[in-house]
């Protein structure tokens, strides 16, 4: 199955940075999504990028399918936005149904 | 807008005890997933279910647990003999159709003691 492969596993910001996230995967996908896990364990759905770019306020997200990885950027960092920040993906076109996570990367946001 | 529900939201059981988590899918999704997150590690994958089966399932999901969808709603994960191990993070997922976007549940904290 495919690795997913997530850097930096920590970072820590004061209020106000911006950051990039990055995930690495090791086959071509076809569904790739991005989550934030709250302090509270909740997961919440951020993006649904396969391809291309979105962007959600503070947040964006790019993922070039063809160089296998996608990132996630934060800009003008809250301290609401500390937590852990997983993508997910799932390999194209067989019986494999289940979604791969990364490790993760824990951010902190300082006040 | 439309989200998954999962209850409860912590579940306490004892060693031994079986245990059913619950869960809501999105009202016209076909595809229903439990994963489960162990306390500081990464989100893995247990069971996929389709079409009132499973469709896929991992190594993790031996035959302690069990799915169903008893009805038109609702989506269990229930875990027969629980053991401390068991502790961990269960999040219900749901997608409309075959690999897209996957909705997860707010999950059920269980505490094995």
């Known amino acids: 199955g495919i690795q997913v492969e997530q850097s930096p596993p920590d970072l820590i910001l004061q209020e106000g940075a911006n950051s990039t996230l990055r995930c690495n995967f090791s086959?071509?996908?076809?569904?790739l999504q991005w989550f934030h896990q709250n302090p509270w364990g909740q997961l919440i759905n951020l993006f649904y990028?396969?391809?291309g770019t979105k962007q959600n306020g503070r947040l964006s997200a790019t993922t070039v399918a063809t160089e296998r990885y996608s990132l996630l950027y934060i800009s003008s960092s809250q301290t609401t936005d500390s937590g852990v920040y997983f993508c997910a993906a799932r390999a194209p076109m067989n019986r494999d149904d289940k979604i791969i996570f990364g490790k993760g990367t824990r951010l902190h946001i300082l006040p | 807008e439309p989200e998954v529900t999962q209850t409860p939201s912590h579940q306490v059981t004892q060693m031994g005890q079986e245990v059913i988590l619950r869960c809501v899918p999105i009202?016209?999704?076909?595809?229903f997933y439990w994963y489960r997150q162990i306390l500081g590690q990464k989100v893995e994958f247990l069971v996929s279910f389709y079409n009132n089966e499973i469709s896929e399932k991992s190594e993790i999901f031996d035959d302690q647990f069990s799915v169903e969808r008893p009805d038109g709603s609702n989506f269990t994960l229930k875990i027969r003999s629980t053991k401390l191990e068991d502790s961990a993070m269960y999040f219900c997922?749901?997608?409309?159709?075959?690999?897209?976007?996957?909705?997860f549940g707010q999950g059920t904290r269980l505490t094995v003691v």
């Open positions: 009202s016209n999704h076909l595809y």
């Open positions: 990028i396969p391809s």
């Open positions: 997922a749901s997608s409309e159709v075959w690999n897209t976007e996957a909705f």
């Open positions: 086959d071509s996908v076809n569904n």
